[in-house]
Every structure is written in C-alpha cells, then in structure tokens.
T-cell receptor, first 115, second 111 residues
C-alpha cells in the first residue's frame, strides 16, 4: 500500500494478557516511530528505529513494552502483562531518513482496550 | 529538545484566516519548526516545515521571525473541514530524532 498500515485497527484484551501490534511502514523508509495517544493528549513518543536497530527507546514506559524491527521494515510492538492503563491508541510513523527535516507519515493507529 | 507552547484551543468562523502562534524560546541552531494536523481517529498529518522567514504551500503558510523563538501557522479562509488539533514541533537534524508532540491547539471552525 501507499501509506503506513497498522494492524489490527482495534484490539480488546484482558488484563494480564500479551498483545502484539504490527506496523507496515512505507516501503524504503528507514526510520520508524511508535507513539501512544490517550484521549485529549498529544502523541507520546515510545521508540524510534533507524533500520533494524532501536536508536532511541527512551519513551518505553517499562520493561513490559518491547518493540522489534528484525528486517528493517515491519515492526511489532509487544506488550506483556497488559494493564488497564495501557489502553490507548498506538500510532506508528515512518520517514525516509529519520532526520528532523523529513516528513513523518502516520498510520491510522491501533486502539488497544484492556478490560 | 526545545519545548513548545501554543494555545490550548481556538475558535474561528468559516472563511476567516486563522493564525496559531507557537513559542519555542530554546530552539537550537539546527532545529526545524514543523506543524502537524490531526483529525479525530486519525494519525497526525504533516502540514508544513520551515527554518526561517516564510514558507508557503498549498495548505498553509509558516512565518518565522529572525530570532526563531516563535512561529505562526497561518491557515487562509478556513472551512469546517479544518477543525482539528494542530501541533507545533521543533525537530533537530542531529542527536535526538524523536518527534515530541505537546498537547496541540484544538481549532474549531464554526459555520
């Protein structure tokens, strides 16, 4: 596809369960970002990949959160032992080079609800 | 990362020009000023980016004074479809590469 694709679009899970959220970036984009957004707030940075490596994971809230991008394209955000406070929209973005002067393209997000 | 300050909300009537000002007093020499727009249930969308003076595209204009400590996003003749949240970001070309979003400005266009 032409844009950033995120699956699933909605995910409801029970407290304590494990979830995986997938992001397919725009082909050729080396930089990939994960954010989460709560109602009424701006997107909160989680992690940034340049190629296969996590260049900045300072936004991950704790060790229950982990993200991979093994081949430098698709990325998966993994959340262990989910808590109700993890409920949010998780956004993925990609950009051509990852520098500040290039535009980032966002997906539609995955709405995660932990019950 | 340079912190930004912008109004929480603004209202405007259709057809008017809207100017949203953002303060970024600690902007660094290599930083760019970037604006994103977000509609409900969608991810943010890039609007415009600039370094100094004025930048214009088909959607908006961006005015940056010489000291670069503030910037103004100008939306000409807004329509109801411009109702959205607008985020001002200051982004460096080196070092930290994450994009920091504040709470943004919620623009409501009134018929």
């Amino acid at each position: 596809g032409a844009g950033v694709s995120q699956t699933p679009s909605n995910k409801v899970t029970e407290k304590g369960k494990y979830v995986e959220l997938r992001c397919d970036p725009i082909s050729g984009h080396t930089a990939l970002y994960w954010y989460r957004q709560s109602l009424g707030q701006g997107p909160e940075f989680l992690i940034y990949f340049q190629g296969t490596g996590a260049a900045d994971d300072s936004g991950l809230p704790n060790d229950r959160f982990f993200a991979v991008r093994p081949e430098g394209s698709v990325s998966t955000l993994k959340i262990q032992r989910t808590e109700r406070g993890d409920s949010a929209v998780y956004l993925c973005a990609s950009s051509l080079r990852g520098l500040g002067s290039t535009e980032a393209f966002f997906g539609q997000g995955t709405r995660l609800t932990v019950v | 990362l340079a912190k930004t300050t912008q109004p929480v909300s603004m209202d405007s009537y259709e057809g008017q020009e809207v100017n949203i000002t953002c303060s970024h007093n600690n902007i660094a020499t290599n930083d760019y000023i970037t604006w994103y727009q977000q509609f409900p249930s969608q991810g943010p969308r890039f609007i415009i980016q600039g370094y100094k003076t004025k930048v214009t595209n088909e959607v908006a204009s961006l005015f940056i004074p010489a000291d670069r400590k503030s910037s103004t996003l100008s939306l000409p003749r807004v329509s109801l479809s411009d109702t959205a949240v607008y985020y001002c970001l200051v982004v460096g070309q080196t070092g930290a590469n994450n994009l920091f979003f504040g709470t943004g400005t919620r623009l409501t266009v009134i018929p």
